[in-house]
């Protein structure tokens, strides 16, 4: 009778009917029954075929998306899990499309900024970069130069004096090699792209790829792999803004957040870091515990009239090898709530602070200052210039690993 009731709460009409077929032959299988034998392995197999079926629940899509100025055909994936977790990306930047999750009442709303078209991305060219993976070289390089191996190197400028997440054309701009896949415990897309020699300035040719699994666990994980032929700068990350009360709803200020850095690295006026690693006690960048987002976020301090708000590298604390957790976001309004874990040392908090009204987004959603936040895993800003900081250089006998874990949850 269990089988049954548990049939019953699934609501998928081809389980129902088979816990219902394993339920008849459970009533048939009494002492003495000749056909005994042959009936259990009948059940053995209809549960084997249900457990077949759960592993195989989460579904995998891909659809056509349009096709770029020059003809590129850019395609959407649509990774669904056993939850109704569903998450969309396209292979043009990378770009992760839309992430629905589920508040505490189980009501499930996209909670990341973008657009519902490739056109939105590409007639914008995406300045804020909306869920996007940026690189060569993610977040900023001072006056776009640095030197490497006694050779220096002039890069693009396309953030006042300096460089930021790869140039003018990065990787959050080109159409990846794309291709889903199926396990038992997951779904995911791998997505590829490899950039020549020279490209926006950076030296050797770049073979990269990045993964996105969805398990039923509500996670979604990021895997990014490199190599190169000659050394040059790497720092890949993913560049999405979340909102969890949903996607243009309201800002971010009431979030509360926890970042598990005792430092951070401030910038000068251009944000590029000064070097220094500095403490965050008594100062607004202070994390450790829960906080509101809002609740220092224009206080009277030099750092956050240079970012218009946070716009800042913290230094995390790595107490392991390996991955770690660094992030706890919850969204008290709708219990919804965020942990990330990550290989990376460093996190770039950002608070939608140059979101001014002028971009109209998803379903027609305004955004206005503040309605998204990024939480980019990431090495140092401007770490080929600064020695003090973890290295950036990726060498040809080397191979780049990095992940980052993105975990759903509710708060009751």
Known sequence: MRAFILGESIDCARSRGLYARVFRVCENVVPGNPFARSERWGMILAFLLLATSFANGATVTRAPFGKTADGGAVELFTLTNTNGVQIRITNYGAIIVSIRVPDR????????LGYDTLEGYTASGNPRFFGAVVGRYGNRIANGRFTLDGKNYQLATNNGPN?????????DKVVWRAEPFKKDDSIGVVLEHTSPDGDEGYPGTLKARVTYTLNDRNELIVDYYATTDKPTPLNLTQHTY????????????????????????????????????????STPFDFRKPTRIGARIDADDEQIRYGLG????????????????????????????????TTQPGLQ????NKL???ITGKAGHVYNKRFGLCLETQHFPDSPNKANFPSTILRPDEKYNSRTVFAFGVSK
């Not at 009442?105 to 990341?112: A, S």
């Not at 009360?245 to 000064?274: C, L």
């Not at 908090?349 to 939608?352: I, K, L, N, Q, Y």
């Open 105 to 112: 009442n189980g009501k499930l709303d996209d909670v990341v």
């Open 163 to 171: 460089h930021l997440h790869g140039g003018v054309k990065g990787f």
């Open 242 to 281: 979340f909102n969890l009360a949903g996607d243009g709803k309201r800002d971010i200020t009431d979030h509360i957040i926890t970042i598990d850095a005792d430092r951070y690295t401030p910038v000068d006026a251009t944000m590029i870091p000064t070097g220094a690693l500095t403490p965050v006690d």
């Open 310 to 341: 946070y716009d800042h590298n913290f230094v995390l604390n790595r107490r392991t090898d390996g991955l770690f957790h660094a992030v706890r976001l919850v969204d008290p309004a709708s219990g919804r709530t965020l942990d990330i874990s």
């Open 349 to 352: 908090f950002f608070t939608g």
């Open 356 to 358: 001014d009204g002028s």
